[in-house]
Structures are given as C-alpha cells and as structure tokens.
C-alpha cells in the first residue's frame, strides 16, 4: 500500500499529539497538586485588603465637644494683675554718683500701672488654683474672674519658677473645680482642648491633638517635662487649662513656639501629674521638694562614648560629687558613666535631672555605672536639694 506525503505527515502528527497533551494534562494536574513546583525562591508579598470598614471604636470621635467644655470651662479662670512701676521723675537720678548728694526717700518719683492678663485653673474647692508664674510674677495686685461672673482677690501661696507654677487662693463659696486625669496615660494623637482667656477677649476654646509628649531641651523652663499640641495656644492662654475629650485636666498651658508670637500649632503645656505635685508642695510645704544627688554631670559625646567603649550614645559622666552628699556616701566617683536610674535609661543630662527632683529625699535610687570598663549598682539615699542648687 503507497500512502501519499500528505497522509504521511497527518499520521506523524497524530502520533505526536497524543504524548504532547497527556504531557500538558499531566503537568497542568501536578501544578494543581503542587504548586510550589515552580517557585524560584522569589519572596511572597503579602497584601492585606478589605472590602469592608473596621466597625470598632478605633478613630470614632463625638461630633461636638460641649459636654467636655460643659465640664471643664467653670474651673478656667481669667486672671488680671496690676503692678506699680516706680521711676525717676528724671534721667540724672539713676545716676549713683548724682544719688549720693540726696536721701533716698527724696529722689522725686512718679508712678506708672502696668497690667497683665492670663489664665488660671481651680483645681480644689478650697479655692486653690494654679497659674503659670510669669503670669503673676511681681504683680502687687491679682484678680480672679470666674466664668459666672464673680471676681476675687486672690493670695499667693507659693511659686515655682524652675517650672513655671504658682498656686493662688481665693475666698469664695460654691467653687467649681476640675477633675485631673494622670497625665501619664496620655498618648500622641488623643484629642485635647485648651481653653484660656487669648489676647483678654474672653474664655476661649480651641482643639487640636497630642503632638508629643515628654519634650524638654527647650531652654524655657529649669525642669521640663512638656506635652506638645497643635490646638491654638496665644499670649493670655498662659495658665489656662489643657483637657481631654472628656473634660479632665491633662495639662497647665505654659508657652507657644512662634517667631511671629501667634500660634503656629506648637504650643507646650506642663502634665497635669507634675502640676499636682507642686501644687501639693507648695500648700503643704510652702516649697517644692525635689530630690537631690549631689553630682556635676557632663553630657556624653560620640568621641567619649567611643573612648569608654560605649556601643550607643547612653549615660552621662559623672564630672563632679559633692562631699557627704548622697552620691558621695553611695560611691559615686568623678570619671563614672551612670547608666541608669532605677532601672530608667539615662538618655539626656536635662531629663535625667527631671527624674532625679522627681524622688522624694530618704527615697533609694539604684544606680547603675560603668567604671574602668565594669558595670556595677550602686544604692544612693536621695536627700533634697538645696536651695542655692541650680
């Protein structure tokens, strides 16, 4: 039998089809069994996606803060001083050479009244309040306006400058007062409120979000501790009051960043955790009590860390110990690295000296140092410091 070219080639091909289509079904089945059989190490990339919005109260927030003020404006009050300034009725009496040849109590001089506004917050029904220093600081005289219209004298009972706190007294009935929340538990991103009396037009409320916490390094205050917001803080805010969503004290309004002196969303308010504690002092004591190490410290940089052998930039070197003073009668040695105290890392020399005044004097403080090389744990008994202390 003679087949012809064409029927020869149709028979090869149908010879071949059938290996090469069990072949792809065979391969198309194991890839299903078997998908991994082509991976070529290449990494997976895992995208999560929904169709649908979480329902939680995640980012839920209410449409209206009123209940909040509602709360917290009665214990926000507007603060007014009054301070004579006395001046030479003329240039040449300034002069100390000039003075010799007159009595003190002589020298013609004329009277001029300055006045000042602020804020403050009750915080006691006892007609305690707080306010930041500088609002009250030289003032001969002070008047508390509450937001239902009654105005009082009010006394001071102490002052702090290193951080910028006074606590004031007014003789009134039927006080409103705010609920303090720890300022601890705070976190960037809650909501907040700072109310205030901006620029003397009257109570003022405005609302913006944690932006920071624990800022210090600023060169505004001795012990810096701040929260950091972006709600509309300007000159008259100073003392008034920082609170959450609910109302509660988190904050005392102290200061803005600004280079043109209105707000520009950087504004920095004391915790309402520190504000208690000198509020407490200065009540019970008529003084802020701080705790007291008695040390000179010199910040680390990257040349010493490398020299000691440090792997990160941590500790600070003990430059100088006081005689007989805590750290002295716990070891402490001028050329140690302290670490640590209790337990906390020691990052900066300012903030390392917010948590040692934090310690209350008798209290213990571990610390941790490195010296020659060697770690070791010392135990100081905190005393207070002195007065003359910077």
Known sequence: MVFSTTETTMRKLNFLFWPVLSGVLVAMLLLQLFPNLLNTNQPAVEIKETSTRQTTNLGVGPVSYSDAVGVAAPAVVNIYTRTVVRQNVHPLFNDPFFRNFFDAESIPQRERVQSSLGSGVILSEQGYLVTNNHVIQGADSIVVALRDGR?????????????????????????????????????????????????????????????????????????????????AINPGNSGGALVDAYGNLIGINTAIFSKSGGSQGIGFAIPSTLT???????????????????????????????????????????????????????????????????????????????????????????????????????????????????
């Not at 001071?156 to 706190?165: A, F, H, K, R, S």
């Open 151 to 231: 105005e009082a004298t009010a006394e001071v009972i102490g002052t702090d400058p290193e951080t910028d706190l006074a606590v004031l007294k007014i003789e009134l009935t039927d006080l409103p007062s705010i609920t303090l929340y720890p300022s601890e538990k705070i976190n960037v991103g809650d909501v907040v409120l700072a109310i205030g009396n901006p620029f003397g037009v009257g109570q003022t409320v405005t609302m913006g979000i944690i932006s920071a916490t624990g800022r210090n390094s600023l060169g505004i205050n001795t012990y810096e501790d701040f929260i950091q917001t972006d709600a």
């Open 276 to 390: 208690k504690q000198i509020m407490q002092d200065l009540i019970q004591y008529g003084r802020v009590i701080r705790g007291w190490l008695g040390i000179e410290i010199q910040e680390l940089t990257p040349q010493l860390a490398e020299s000691f052998g440090l792997e990160k930039m941590q500790g600070l070197i003990i430059a100088g110990v006081f005689r007989n003073g805590p750290a002295h009668l716990a070891g402490l040695q001028p050329g140690d690295i302290m670490l640590s105290i209790n337990a906390s890392p020691i990052t900066n020399g300012r903030q390392s000296m917010s948590d040692i005044a934090r310690l209350r004097p008798d209290e213990k403080a571990e610390i941790v140092i490195l010296r020659e090389g060697e770690k070791m744990t010392l135990t100081a008994a905190v005393g207070e410091r002195p007065k003359s202390r910077n």
